[in-house]
């Protein structure tokens, strides 16, 4: 007869383990051995010898667990005391993964969009069929008892038809059935290797199953976490437009707005446009490269004081087809061309990585992320057109563990780089039909960036809205970073946009996003830091909090430098005084005729001008 023997102990909430003991151990010392083995605290369990919980095996050094008739291979039956179960449930958050996740996203804050929609019932509700349903007015059926948000049948079926999952369906997916979504988990893919392995050199010197990341097989993601792009009114667009029409050379923006709730997918989202930031940049007709913009912060800022958050970026890709006609070409979105090229995607997806979207159901805290991209780009026919996109969650983490590269002459083919001595990277595979129909996995070298992309919708609503003052008969005040065709942001663009408003329309004026950017970036004017009153007024349309900003110190200081640098006439050259007399010189003496010095950047002026040429201030 053996001396050791296999007992099996099993907890509802911690599941079965093996324990090996003696046969002639005491009871006390096999209870001590189950609390090393579930890690719990001392006398905060019970053991029984039936699932019944009757015959408890009581803490003994006299009796062994032959006095209770346990055999080799046995199963005992162990409950947690009442006053125990949070502390054995902290246990369990350490060893398994659902527990887990759950307890440290309890601090995440998501978007309030997600609050909104996560407390809403979301069902799809049908109305009764007259021809197929035979039950009484009060009653449901197979054909009009509500559906859920996630239904494939309705998301086909409907006009225009959904093609992909909000991304609050997808979770109701995850999170229903009998487990509730127990177990399911909402992980960012990750293609580095696991640091702190100490069971081989680190890499190149050796890898091991535990710290090798999994191999990506890249499938086309079924839901996606803004289903639809809406900017407010034309205006938005048009001042954006207007760079390439004047240039024809290409143009980029960051969009400001807000994320809320769209009503025509279940539990979906829009990206409501709002204002389009222009950032510092170098273009072409063919191409854009971004320079670093000191002034992002402060952007971000302002918008966050106005209710606004970055929700996008925009670029142009436009040729003119007929100039006459004003008509552009159409070259994206064909059969013979691309939709985004691998650049674009792999743009697309870094800006996507700075925006991470709060989830609670992730044990990083983030999930996917809610910015999009716009370009605008001609139609089949020949039309401006806006189209939305955003990059999957795999390829976000293809560009941010920097596994994606562009190739050289093919802008629809991405490229996974292989691994080095600095850098180990993962297999990554896609799947595709061969000539006989049967599905073949194939390496991603190259890759067709389709794999990587999710599109959506992006256009104007019927009834334009608007967060800021827009109309035709006033002119708006000129865009950042616009030198290149004329628009300049200084003191004399400040004046001039002002002079049109009157005094009671102040509301009216302060509603500019470019203006209120200018007024917060600018050092030659004393409003840093000074706006916070003003921005809550806009951000809330109240003229009294405006009409109080305006009799602050800081403003009455910008009016008097606007009055005092109203246009004087020109200087007088001669006059004429009657017939035969000799007409008067010119006035050209004292201090109004000579060169005159600055008094805020010292530059030197010619006398006809009344204002800086340097620093745009008043002379006087």
């Given amino acids: 007869m053996p001396s050791s023997i296999t007992i099996r102990v099993q907890s509802p909430a911690h599941g079965t383990k ?194 090798q990341p999994n191999a990506v097989t890249l499938n086309r993601q079924k839901y996606r976490h803004v289903d639809y792009i809406m900017f407010e009114n034309p205006f938005i667009a048009e001042k954006f437009l207007n760079f390439w029409r004047g240039t024809g050379h290409q143009r980029l923006g960051m969009m400001y707005g807000r994320y809320e709730h769209h009503k025509d997918t279940p539990l979906g989202i829009k990206a409501t446009v709002a204002a389009i930031y222009e950032p510092p940049q170098q273009s072409s007709n063919g191409s854009i490269e971004l320079i670093p913009d000191e002034n992002e912060d402060t952007v971000n800022a302002v918008a966050a004081r106005l209710g606004l958050q970055r929700v996008g970026w925009i670029f142009t890709d436009l040729v003119a087809k007929d100039l006459k006609l004003g008509t552009v070409k159409h070259h994206r979105g064909n059969m013979d061309s691309y939709f985004l090229s691998s650049e674009e995607c792999i743009m697309a997806a870094d800006f996507q990585n700075r925006h991470p979207n709060p989830c609670r159901l992730s044990p990083e805290g983030h999930f996917g992320s809610k910015f999009v991209t716009v370009v605008v780009s001609g139609d089949a026919s020949n039309q401006i057109h806006f189209d939305g996109y955003q990059v999957s969650n795999q390829c976000m983490a293809l560009v941010r563990d920097d596994c994606l590269v562009p190739t050289k002459d093919a802008p629809e083919l991405g490229y996974i780089k292989e691994s080095s001595n600095e850098q180990y990277v993962p297999d990554v595979f896609y799947n595709v039909k061969d000539e006989y129909g049967n599905e073949v996995t194939q390496l991603a070298r190259p890759l067709p960036v389709e794999y990587l992309l999710l599109d959506m919708p992006a256009a104007f609503p019927v009834e334009p809205q608007f967060t800021f003052h827009a109309g035709d008969s006033i ?68 003229e009294g909090v405006a009409h109080q900003w305006s009799k602050t110190e800081e403003w009455g200081t910008v009016e008097q430098l606007m009055n005092s640098s109203a246009p004087s006439p020109p200087p007088r050259q001669g006059s004429y005084v009657g017939v035969n007399a000799v007409p008067l010189p010119p006035i050209s003496g004292g201090a109004s005729g000579a060169i005159w010095t600055c008094n805020h950047c010292t530059f030197h002026n010619q006398p006809g001008n009344a204002s800086c040429e340097m620093c745009g201030l008043p002379r006087s």
């Fill in 18 to 211: 093996r324990i090996e003991v003696s046969l002639y151990d005491n009871v006390a010392a096999f209870l001590a051995k189950v609390q090393d083995e579930f890690k719990f605290p001392k006398n905060s369990f019970v053991v029984y010898r039936e699932r019944s919980k009757t015959q408890e095996l009581k803490s003994s050094r006299s009796k062994t667990l032959d006095t209770y008739g346990v055999k080799h291979g046995d199963m005992l039956y162990m409950v947690t005391k009442m006053g125990w179960e949070d502390q054995t449930d902290s246990v369990s958050m350490v060893e398994t993964k659902p527990v887990k996740y759950s307890q440290g996203s309890a601090k995440v804050t998501e978007d309030d969009v997600d609050q909104v929609l996560d407390k809403m019932d979301g069902k799809i509700y049908r109305e009764r069929n007259e021809q197929l349903c035979r039950h009484g007015p009060k009653g449901k059926c197979l054909h009009c008892v509500p559906l859920e948000p996630y239904d494939e049948e309705y998301l086909h079926s409907a006009d225009p038809p959904i093609k992909f999952l909000s991304f609050h369906s997808y979770i109701r997916k995850l999170t229903g059935g009998v487990d509730r979504g127990k177990f399911a988990v909402l992980e960012n893919i990750s293609c580095k290797i696991k640091h702190g392995c100490k069971e081989h050199p680190p890499w190149p010197g050796g890898i091991c199953t535990k710290c």
């Fill in 475 to 542: 002119k708006p005040f000129a865009l950042e970073n616009r030198q290149r065709i004329g628009e300049v942001q200084d003191f004399h663009a400040v004046t001039s946009y002002m002079q049109q408003f009157s005094a009671d329309k102040f509301l009216d004026a302060m509603s500019d996003f470019h203006f209120l950017v200018y007024l917060a970036t600018s050092d030659m004017l004393p409003l840093r830091g000074k706006m916070d009153l003003i921005l809550e007024a806009v951000k809330n349309k109240d």
